[in-house]
């Protein structure tokens, strides 16, 4: 009966001992996963960032392009939704210089469908936030002229 008992506790500690295994490595994959995803979408923001700044330089159009170009590949599919009506409002604008197309609630819907992504669905991620911009330029204090 002690031999029993003995195999038993032996079998639930090796099962304890894989299940835990299991549930650490399937953590830090998803964790991995959520810090490679967060690693494109910086770089995207940055090279939006650059781009808005630097509008008339070719190299900052093409790495905002790339940065786009591999999100393909990374961002969830409500992001990606997002990501295409907010490019196609950019693109729209810059083909016809028509600034009534463009809607500037896409690039909060954008942000907010990224922060999904890296932080789940819960109703609090999002909370507050109704419009979300980014800043270009630098902001500048005008020097007084001496006399």
């Known amino acids: 009966m002690e ?8 079998v639930i500690g090796a099962s304890v001992a894989l299940w835990t295994s299991h549930l650490t490595k399937s953590n830090q994959l998803k964790f991995e996963q959520m810090k490679l995803k967060q690693s494109f979408y910086l770089k995207y923001i940055k090279a939006l960032s650059d781009n808005m700044n ?10 905002e392009n790339h940065a786009f170009n591999e999100l393909l590949l990374i961002a969830s599919p409500q ?11 950019q693109i729209n604008y810059l083909k ?10 896409l690039l909060t819907s954008l942000i907010k469908e990224i ?21 270009s330029g630098v902001i500048k204090k005008e020097q007084a002229t001496p006399n």
């Open 54 to 63: 630097n509008l008339d330089k070719d190299d900052v159009t093409i790495a």
């Open 96 to 105: 016809n210089n028509n600034i009534d197309n463009v809607d500037p609630q």
């Open 3 to 10: 031999g029993y008992i003995a195999i038993i506790v032996a």
């Open 115 to 135: 922060r999904i992504d890296l932080h789940g669905s819960g109703p609090e991620i999002n909370e507050g936030l109704e419009k979300l911009y980014m800043l």
């Open 79 to 89: 992001v990606l939704i997002s990501l295409y009506q907010f490019k196609n409002s």
